[in-house]
């Protein structure tokens, strides 16, 4: 059974990301949404989210690219001296792998970020990262420790599987071998540890590759090609550009908001037989089923 989840990351991050939301699950395909709890509009998607019982919300933790919750003094080695996350990635998971005040920061900051999250009386329906910043071992390690301590039922695995990837786009077939390839040993590992959590993933991921590209045309590649078994599609999508803080200038996050309410997007994800589900309502029926 070709079951699909359709995640839309950056929940809360400005207003144009907020109304695709909200439009991609009402008229669309999106089944969930990933949020920011210390982006500019998280208090209007926190009250979009409360309209849309059905949209399954989860929490996108930060550690770079964004704002942390904890005021800067406290986590002074995760921030630049403009207070905002650094944009260093490798720099910054070799300090907290090495660097044990590093890692104590680390860990408080993601606490605050699911308290925050918690303050919001949302439902935890899953965890995730910006970047995919879990799949840094230490930092996946003390995410699945909150998830399960704060009741998250699942946690995404960022795996992409290169054959079905390159079979459903016919092109970029070194960088999606690559990609996977160098993230196999590490996302196993992670899955192991989420199944002994109790804790549900998805089986792969589509986007990891074509990350801001995920317009209609690849949404329906993808769709035509999809595997068995529990597969996330994940997506940034927004109405429109904004000034503060923009996504990278390759990412055209319009196309993928039109990809989501698009008709013949629909018509593909019928004619596959494929169910629309999510993390929240994986967890529901496995539970059911217990």
Not at 61 to 69: A, E, M, N, R
Not at 140 to 166: N, T, Y
Not at 240 to 251: I, L
Request: charged share 25%; with cysteine; hydrophobic share 45%.
């Amino acid at each position: 059974m070709k079951r699909l989840i359709v995640t839309a990351d950056d929940f809360g991050r400005c207003l144009p990301i907020n109304e695709a939301v909200e439009d991609g699950h009402r008229h669309g395909i999106l089944t969930a949404a990933s949020l920011m709890v210390t982006g500019d509009a998280v208090d209007d998607a926190v009250r979009r989210a409360q309209a849309l019982p059905s949209l399954s919300v989860g929490l996108h933790i930060t550690l770079v690219d964004g704002v942390p919750v904890l005021p800067a003094a406290e986590i002074p080695d995760l921030v630049e001296a403009d207070g905002r996350f650094t944009h260093r990635l490798v720099t910054l998971g070799a300090r907290i792998f090495l660097d044990r005040q590093v890692r104590r920061q680390t860990e408080a900051e993601l606490r605050a970020q699911f308290e925050r999250y918690r303050a919001t009386g949302l439902p935890l329906g899953h965890v995730d990262a910006h970047h995919h910043y879990h799949l840094h071992p230490t930092v996946f390690d003390l995410v699945l420790d909150l998830a399960v301590e704060f009741g998250a039922p699942a946690i995404r695995i960022p795996w992409e599987p290169p054959l079905a990837s390159w079979r459903a786009r016919r092109e970029g077939a070194g960088r999606r071998l690559a990609n996977g390839l160098f993230h196999l040993r590490r996302t196993q590992r992670m899955r192991r540890k989420v199944a002994r959590a109790g804790l549900i993933a998805n089986d792969r991921v589509f986007g990891v590759n074509d990350s801001g590209a995920m317009d209609a045309g690849r949404l329906c590649d993808f769709l035509a090609g999809l595997p068995d078994g529990l597969n996330e599609i994940y997506c940034h999508p927004a109405t429109r550009t904004w000034d503060d803080h923009p996504m990278p200038s390759s990412y055209n996050c319009i196309d993928e908001y039109r990809a989501l309410v698009d008709r013949k997007v629909g018509l593909q994800l019928r004619r596959h037989g494929i169910i629309l589900t999510s993390f929240a309502l994986e967890a529901a029926a496995r539970a059911k089923a217990a």
